[in-house]
């Protein structure tokens, strides 16, 4: 099992910036790559980005690309995501996601999820 835990989202005003951590612990040998989502009130789960474990790949939505960047810190077992320049549609509960598979990490789909960290824009 791997357990993955959020922080520093937060309010910020538009056009401003927040880095989100994602601590790994548990079988992080096994994790092959690991996501970002985001849950707005009312809308479905969106898929914002994804880097494998060993940092050697990234993608990105669209509504995210230029302006969100994933990174990660093997020897903390953390994975991060700078948002810059952002909108108030950016406001959303953030969830890191975690998967073994290289198959699923390619088709977004993820095994392991945290518990989520608000971030809230305002205009």
């Known amino acids: 099992q791997v357990q993955l835990v959020e922080s520093g989202g937060g309010l910020v005003q538009a056009g401003g910036s927040l880095r989100l951590s994602c601590a790994a612990s548990?079988?992080?040998?096994?994790?092959?790559?690991m996501g970002w989502f985001r849950q707005a009130p009312g809308k479905e789960r969106e898929f914002v980005g994804g880097i494998t474990w060993r940092g050697d790949s990234t993608h990105y939505a669209d509504s995210v690309k230029g302006r969100f960047t994933i990174s990660r810190d093997n020897a903390k077992n953390t994975v991060y995501l700078q948002m810059n320049s952002l909108k108030p549609e950016d406001t959303a509960v953030y969830l890191c996601?975690?998967?073994?598979?290289?198959?699923?990490?390619?088709?977004?789909?993820?095994?392991?999820w945290g518990q989520g960290t608000q971030v809230t824009v305002s205009s």
């Open positions: 548990g079988r992080t040998f096994s994790i092959y790559g």
């Open positions: 996601a975690a998967t073994s598979s290289d198959l699923r990490f390619l088709s977004r789909r993820y095994d392991y």
